[in-house]
């Protein structure tokens, strides 16, 4: 797998996840501007992997700015520093030389020659997958299945109709979905429908502290009492990790094949997801604009419990 992140507290819960998890095979993280500005994202992201000891996958920075929209951060969620102002000292290890562009290209490609393609998950705006289904597009079609965090069909949060991801960057959103049914790549949206669903309990967080000084117990701990008192509550979510979890665990999240847009235009909805939840497929002689091309499956419902123990015990393992 790869992971486009913009690391983010709960980007870093899902980086912890990849990297420790025994099922999955993180072969390399893309990072974009969006929770935090690229050099903040960047350095957040190689420090998660150094924690847990993978600083060997290679991370590469990407796009700063979307596409056409000026650039908007969520500092005021996730820290000054973009995850949690925890005050651990800078990586010890550089970014990868080559653009994100050309890591996720080479990665993809390199999966597909030996007949495991890869499975991409998105949690950040996607421009740099709407930059590489424009500059690649022979690489995105190698891609076995998106995953990506984003959206919501009944919820949202940026503004009244829009999931901050895809408000960031709705026109990536729209190409990516576009590029995906071109290229008959399956995708699913792990939106804010099931986001709020796993959440970590300060008990937890201080049962992983105990594990380790600098090691995935102290920074899982760290970010979950952050996000707790920022939200002054006895519980974080881990958010974007879920979005991992399912694909340890898919009989956790309930999803449903639906069409999808994005909206680009609305004066009030631009950056939402128009998910078409309509229960019938008859006459569509009154909708001027029919069903959308890109049919995905959506995250609905979610075994929340479930999926925050899997997180807490990839953790725990590793602390043994």
Known sequence: MILDVDTGVDD??????????????????????????LPDVVRNTLTVLEACDHAHVPVGAGASHPLLERPVDARHVHGDDGMADLGWPGP????????????LRET????????????LVPLAPMTNIALLARM????????????????????????????????????????VLDASVDHDVPVTMYGLDVFYGPQVTLADADELAALDERGPGALGAGLMRFMSHRFDSDRATIGDAGAVAMLVDPE????????????LSGTWT???TIV???????????????????????????????VAKLWLDTIRQVGR
């Open 12 to 37: 870093a819960c899902a980086l912890m996840l990849a990297a420790l998890h025994p099922d999955l095979d993180l072969r390399a993280v893309t990072c974009a501007g969006g929770n935090a500005p």
């Open 92 to 103: 010890k290890h550089a970014v990868d030389p080559r653009h994100a562009i050309d890591l």
């Open 108 to 119: 993809i490609d390199a999966a597909h020659a030996e007949g495991t393609p890869i499975t």
């Open 136 to 175: 690649y597009p022979e690489s995105f079609a190698r891609i076995g299945r998106i995953v990506f965090m984003g959206g919501g069909a009944m919820v949202s949060n940026a503004t009244a109709a829009a999931e901050f991801n895809v408000f960031h960057d709705p026109e990536a959103t729209a190409v």
């Open 252 to 263: 956790a999240v309930r999803s449903e094949r639906l069409p999808v847009r994005v909206e």
């Open 270 to 272: 631009r950056g939402r």
């Open 276 to 306: 078409d939840t309509r229960d019938w497929s008859g006459d569509m002689e009154h909708d001027p604009h029919g069903l959308a091309h890109a049919h995905v499956d959506v995250a609905l419902e979610i075994d929340g419990p479930r």
